[in-house]
């Protein structure tokens, strides 16, 4: 399945201008991004306090094409790829009105907590990050053909 997550601006996200807060868009993806696993059935205590991997992020970017204000309801697009053994990157397409107001990316690397080594990624992120190739394969074969037609 392509994950789409649906969250509706708050106050709270925005800032004194009335508009999105450029931190509180990582937020809002990294909901989307837990929402996604949960939807594979990881159980996210277990996946955020477990003892011996950590999954942090290495390096992100957000672009933004519009402002997003109190009350708007964005859908968020996951797109995540597999980068290397040890490596996997979000990428989050925001739309609002089926119009892209903005893309953000995160980069994640799996370490061993206690010695801040590289790990190779855990089975259950392997086949998280497998489910969603296959489905975005999926999707843009159908796309393809539309087009075609």
């Known amino acids: 399945m392509i994950f789409n997550y649906q969250r509706v601006v708050r106050f709270q996200d925005t800032d004194a201008a009335g508009v999105v807060y450029f931190a509180n868009v990582l937020g809002i993806c990294h909901e989307a991004y837990e929402e996604s696993l ?53 990428n989050y397409e925001i739309t609002l009105n089926k119009v892209i107001v903005a893309k953000a990316m995160t980069r994640h690397v799996c370490i061993d907590v206690n010695s801040r080594m590289k790990q190779e990624l855990p089975d259950h992120i392997s086949n998280w990050l497998e489910t969603h190739r296959k489905d975005l394969e999926g999707a843009e074969r159908r796309k393809l053909r539309e087009e075609i037609v």
């Open 38 to 90: 949960i939807s594979l059935d990881i159980n996210l205590k277990t996946f955020f306090t477990n003892p011996s991997l950590a999954f942090p992020i290495v390096h992100t970017n957000v672009d933004f094409f519009s402002p997003m204000y109190c009350g708007d309801k964005l859908m968020i697009r996951l797109l995540p790829q597999k980068i290397s053994v040890d490596k996997f990157e979000i």
